[in-house]
């Protein structure tokens, strides 16, 4: 599987990416920044976690609007896979590519804990290596966690299906909408998900669960 890695200035969680794509996909991403207009021929397009234009205006807002951007819309266009994470679910609602919005947690604080996470929809192509209803451990890092969609935008959301991830367990960090942690877009082929599986890969790491993520992706593409 061919992956690149957008790079914004105040990323800070793409070398974690890069590290758990080169580990399950056993091929190193592309790290692309952020003032490029092109991304390579690649199968997988993901923005990172962390601290873009350091949260100035509304988390994600401003990299929303970077020169890469226009690529990445168009590789969504394509069909091509885009997963965001964190920051990353972030940019993607501020570039319109997901809807709803990441408000504050509803504990204004800045959260960094482990959570549960179910799994909402196990029929999709970045969660199938995930039973149906499993549950997984995750940690979170956030203080603009809080999803928010109206009502409408909610209903469609649940009706088909593309609400990948909930906390689970009385775990939700933030007080998002229906303890949403995870969501599609329409054509499946866009995730934006909140906690962190780039950091549960491996043994040291004190647990895998986040591996199915990731293999999911490259089964889906090998498909
Ligand atoms: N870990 C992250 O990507 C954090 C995202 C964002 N800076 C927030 O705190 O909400």
């Not at 996470?117 to 203080?143: E, K, W």
């Not at 906690?195 to 999911?216: C, Q």
Request: proline share 5%.
């Amino acid at each position: 599987m061919k992956s690149a890695v957008v790079v914004f200035p105040g990323s800070n969680r793409e070398r974690d990416m890069a590290a758990a794509l080169t580990k399950v996909s056993g091929t190193a991403p592309m790290m692309v920044w952020h003032q490029d207009t092109t991304l390579p021929d690649v199968d997988l397009v993901v923005l990172p976690g962390g601290f873009s234009y350091g949260d100035y205006l509304r988390s994600g807002a401003i990299a929303a609007r970077s020169p890469i951007m226009a690529a990445v819309r168009e590789k969504a266009a394509e069909g091509v896979r885009v997963l965001g994470v964190c920051n990353g679910f972030q940019i993607l609602t501020e570039a319109g590519l997901l809807p709803g919005a990441l408000m504050r947690n509803a504990g204004l604080k800045f959260v960094c804990r482990e959570v549960k996470l179910s799994v909402a929809n196990a029929d999709t192509d970045f969660t199938r290596a995930y039973g149906a209803g499993a549950v997984l451990r995750c940690p979170v890092a956030h203080h603009d966690g809080n999803y928010f969609a109206d009502p409408e935008t909610l209903a469609r959301l649940e009706g088909d299906g593309r609400v990948a991830f909930r906390y689970a367990d009385g775990t939700n960090p933030n007080g998002s909408v229906n303890d949403i942690a995870g969501i599609l877009n329409d054509a499946g082929t866009v995730l934006g998900m909140m906690p962190h599986p780039e950091n549960l890969i491996e043994a040291l790491h004190g647990g895998t669960d986040g591996r199915g993520l990731f293999e999911s992706v490259v089964t889906t593409l090998a498909a």
